[in-house]
Antibody, heavy 117, light 107 residues
Framework: QVQLQESGPGLVKPSETLSVTCSVS????????WSWIRQPPGKGLEWIGY???????NYNPSLRSRVTMSIDTSKNQFSLRLNSVTAADTAVYYC???????????WGQGSLVTVSS | DIQMTQSPSSLSASVGDRVTITCRAS??????LCWYQHKPGKPPKRLIF???SLQSGVPSRFSGSGSGTEFTLTISSLQPEDFATYYC?????????FGQGTKVEIK
């Protein structure tokens, strides 16, 4: 069974760039959409976007100007970068796999990233 | 964005109870809807896809129904391990959007 594991910095300063990486094991990355979703403390889930195995991307319009996603299938990893962060970006960041855009079937445990000086 | 209105936001129920959670979409989404179960410290788990298809390995006490704008997740006989937060997700229209969640607690 496929497993995903996020690794993030834990703490990021305001105006800096948040970077989280997801490592995938137990399955191929081919033909899947590799997604990022976040959940601020006490709030609901927000879909950030995806990177397809081929490298093409699509982001939530609400975050598009600040987001970059990439994938390295040779390392079974994909990554999220979010620049110019503020306290509002404090959240648990989840990575997930989807065969159909949005319909994620397997998720990682999540990585809490706090934005604070 | 399509708004997903989930109700109730929380409920208290006993083991063995039948539980129903509803999700309403702000516009028609065909059957492009999933249900997830989320427990603290664990990854969300997909229970239902395509509105009514049971994910492999998920107990048959979970079922989903609906199409268009109204959807339901039913737990036929609540078990101790089912106490969690449940979310619906639409993926018919970009970007995918989630309901606000329903927390199922022990009565």
């Amino acid at each position: 069974q496929v497993q995903l594991q996020e690794s993030g910095p834990g703490l990021v300063k305001p105006s800096e760039t948040l970077s989280v990486t997801c490592s995938v094991s137990g399955g191929l990355m081919t033909n899947y959409y590799w997604s990022w979703i976040r959940q601020p403390p006490g709030k609901g889930l927000e879909w950030i976007g995806y990177v397809y195995y081929s490298g093409s991307t699509n982001y939530n319009p609400s975050l598009r100007s600040r987001v970059t996603m990439s994938i390295d299938t040779s390392k079974n990893q994909f990554s999220l970068r979010l620049n110019s962060v503020t306290a509002a970006d404090t959240a648990v960041y989840y990575c997930a796999r989807a065969g159909i855009v949005g319909a994620s079937d397997f998720w990682g445990q999540g990585s809490l990233v706090t934005v604070s000086s | 964005d399509i708004q997903m209105t989930q109700s109730p936001s929380s409920l208290s129920a006993s083991v063995g109870d039948r539980v129903t959670i509803t999700c309403r979409a702000s516009q028609g989404i065909r059957n492009d809807l999933c249900w997830y179960q989320h427990k603290p410290g664990k990854p969300p788990k997909r229970l239902i896809f395509a509105a009514s298809s049971l994910q492999s390995g998920v107990p048959s006490r979970f079922s989903g129904s609906g199409s268009g704008t109204e959807f339901t997740l039913t737990i036929s006989s609540l078990q101790p391990e089912d106490f969690a937060t449940y979310y619906c997700l639409q993926h018919n229209n970009y970007p995918p959007t989630f309901g606000q969640g329903t927390k199922v607690e022990i009565k």
